[in-house]
């Protein structure tokens, strides 16, 4: 392994040792299948299934009742909007998001389009901010479901989400936030909210890969879903299969260990990537991505105007941090968060996310201010497109 600093807290968290320790017996000695609760085997699993639902309900502001596990966000994202799609689709067709929602959304909506769908891509602002009163606008009487992030993945934009849920109450629509990058590193609670259904994935907060919960809530008319993975009737029928406990036990105690801690943390990373803007933008033509103050405290995204992300990351090896491009697909496509709230292409393609965790320390944020500063003074003294802008020909 050559990065040594890791700064990409937001596509994945390192397993905090204390969720490794609770985990451990559930992969060993307490094997037994939570559904088989006819012998001691079973109910002991059973029993770490059931803490933990109450550990991350509590971390939510929900009842343990209300909470369905999965493998994670993409299948919580699919259950949920799928699933009112399938089930409500007889009220209506149309369904409203926005177009800085992560991959895992869009795809679904794409893929629901060709169901039948009508969707709604609500357009952002300089910051990705959507206005409420465009909200409004796009309710019909078709509409089904709001479904908008409570954190962006990219920029750390916070929606406002109470006042969405709010409105969309008012209007008769369900409304639906993926809640992956906010969930245990800012104060969030479901209770007094009118959220009716949330998703979050333990891996970004600090847990194992392979959990994740869908929150539904509980009302006089309880909400509906069509279930995605039939078999075996577990979880009330809407997700069949043999629940993932070693994973779901770790979800439950790194959702302890979050609502533990944080206060404490997120002011201290918020101080650390204060630090880390303050001193990058020193760089001239260096500019935040996505300002404003509803942000979540640990992220920053920044571009190094005419020079590419990729081109700093391979000057440093040792660091590990995300750029404003999907690399996933082989490509380099610019990132669709970054184009919607307005960079043209080169600006999207200088962009680099940086995104703390519980890990990160001082010492390693100021060798990253270092090796950054480093790199792009070179890169750019390397760079036509730097000279031309040097020489007022770009700007
Ligand atoms: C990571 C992420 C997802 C996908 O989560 P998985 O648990 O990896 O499937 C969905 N939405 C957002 C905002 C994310 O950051």
Redesign the pocket.
């Known amino acids: 392994m050559q990065a040594s600093i890791y700064l990409d807290n937001?596509?994945?968290t390192p397993l905090d040792p204390e969720v490794l320790e609770e985990m451990l017996p559930y992969l060993t000695t307490a094997f037994g299948n939570p559904s088989s609760i006819t012998h001691a085997f079973g109910k002991e699993a059973a029993r770490g299934v059931a803490q933990s639902k109450i550990r991350l309900a509590e971390l939510l502001g929900a009842d343990p009742t209300e909470i369905i596990f999965t493998?994670?966000?993409?299948?919580?994202?699919n259950m949920a909007v799928k699933g009112v799609f399938y089930r409500y689709q007889g009220m209506g067709n149309h369904i409203i998001t926005c177009k800085t929602?992560?991959?895992?959304?869009l795809d679904v909506c794409s893929y629901l389009q060709k169901k039948g769908a009508d969707i709604t891509y609500l357009n952002v602002d300089d910051n990705g901010a959507i206005e409420l009163e465009d909200i409004k606008k796009a309710i019909k009487k078709e509409t089904i479901l709001v479904s908008l992030?409570l954190?962006?993945?990219e920029t750390g934009l916070i929606h406002p989400v109470k006042e969405i849920a709010d409105l969309c109450a008012e209007r008769g629509v369900l409304f639906f936030t993926?809640a992956?990058?906010a969930i245990g590193k800012i104060e969030f609670s479901l209770r007094n909210t009118k959220v009716d259904l949330l998703?979050c994935?333990?891996?970004?907060f600090y847990g194992p890969?392979g959990a994740?919960a869908l929150f539904i809530r509980k009302t006089k008319r309880p909400i509906q879903l069509e279930p995605m993975i039939h078999g075996g009737g577990q979880q009330n029928g809407i997700r069949g299969g043999t629940l993932n406990v070693p994973a779901i036990t770790g979800m439950g105690k790194a959702a302890l260990l979050c609502r533990q801690n944080i206060m404490e943390e997120s002011v201290r990373l918020k101080g650390l990537r204060d630090h880390l803007e303050e001193s990058l933008l020193r760089l001239e033509q260096t500019v935040v991505n996505g300002t404003g103050v509803h942000r979540l405290p640990h992220v920053s995204n920044i571009r190094f105007r005419f020079i590419r992300a990729e081109q700093i990351m391979a000057k440093i090896r040792s660091l590990a941090v995300s750029p404003g491009s999907a690399c996933s697909s082989g490509s380099t496509d610019p990132s669709h968060v970054l184009m919607a709230i307005g960079l043209d292409k080169e600006d999207a393609r200088a962009s680099l996310r940086f995104s703390l965790g519980r890990f990160n320390t001082r010492a390693e944020v100021d060798e990253a201010i270092r090796l950054i500063t480093h790199a792009v003074t070179v890169l750019r003294s390397e760079s036509p497109a730097w000279t031309l802008y040097k020489d007022g020909v770009i700007s």
């Open positions: 937001n596509s994945t493998s994670g966000a993409t299948e919580a994202i929602e992560h991959k895992a959304m992030m954190a962006n993945n993926d992956t990058q998703c994935s333990a891996h970004k890969k994740g």
